[in-house]
């Protein structure tokens, strides 16, 4: 079954530790992506990748770092997490870039609490 | 910066009425996109919109892109139980009087369907 693949799917921590989650895609898709969720925020894009070894970042890339040393795998990695960054990660993937009008595939998402 | 403005924010229908989204833009839409989201999970593709005066449908559900290429609206006929959930549109965000691309999001409008 074509899918995007997150986990955990539920993560507590405390702040500063160090915490890794997965993000693994099945289709053969060059673009990856994570988003993050807030009541009022709406989604907002913390790091893309366009390919193997291309990331950039999104709107709210602070805290966070990625890897895309796979064309199948975008990992999302929290340094050192802190309470402001409790929220619902989302990765997505999609066969091209967004712009080429290539929908995202959805995971179905990490909920971090931070404390 | 280009901001999705979606209203209503919530919407409480009864089963078998006709609804309507909207999904407005202060700048031009570059490809938009309709998700829809069941509450904690993942976003599921809808439709994607390209052209001025463009209409889709799906089952019960039509989306269409205004020639002005500003607003969207989301129409859904007949609902029922199961068209609830959180309807997110998306666009490509414009710089320069082009795309980009970014994939940027409204912050959701939550339907509720009674029996």
């Known amino acids: 079954e074509a899918q995007v693949t997150q986990n955990p799917r539920y993560l507590i921590t405390v702040t500063g530790k160090k915490l890794t989650v997965t993000c693994s895609q099945n289709?053969?898709?060059?673009?990856m992506s994570w988003y993050r969720q807030d009541p009022g925020l709406g989604l907002r894009q913390i790091y893309y990748?366009?390919?193997?070894?291309?990331?950039d970042k999104g709107d709210v890339p602070e805290g966070y770092k990625v890897s895309r040393k796979e064309k199948r795998n975008f990992p999302l990695i929290l340094e050192s997490p802190s309470p402001n960054q409790t929220s619902l990660y989302f990765c997505?993937?999609?066969?091209?870039?967004?712009?080429?009008?290539?929908?995202?595939?959805f995971g179905n998402g990490t909920r971090l609490t931070v404390t | 910066s280009q901001e999705l403005e979606q209203s209503p924010q919530s919407l409480i229908v009864q089963e078998g009425k006709n609804l309507t989204i909207n999904c407005t833009s202060s700048?031009?839409?570059?490809?938009l996109y309709w998700y829809k989201q069941k509450y904690g999970e993942g976003l599921i593709f809808l439709m994607m919109?390209?052209?001025?005066?463009e209409e889709k449908s799906h089952e019960k559900i039509t989306a269409k892109l205004d020639e002005k290429k500003q607003q969207s609206s989301l129409h859904i006929t007949a609902s029922q139980p199961s068209h609830a959930g959180i309807y997110l549109c998306?666009?490509?965000?414009?710089?320069?009087?082009?795309?980009?691309?970014?994939?940027?999001f409204g912050t959701g409008t939550l339907l509720a369907v009674q029996p």
């Open positions: 289709m053969n898709h060059e673009y």
């Open positions: 998306g666009a490509l965000s414009e710089i320069y009087g082009g795309a980009t691309n970014k994939l940027i």
């Open positions: 990748s366009m390919n193997v070894e291309v990331t």
């Open positions: 700048k031009t839409l570059y490809g």
């Open positions: 919109l390209q052209k001025g005066g």
């Open positions: 997505a993937s999609s066969l091209r870039a967004a712009i080429y009008n290539s929908p995202l595939h």
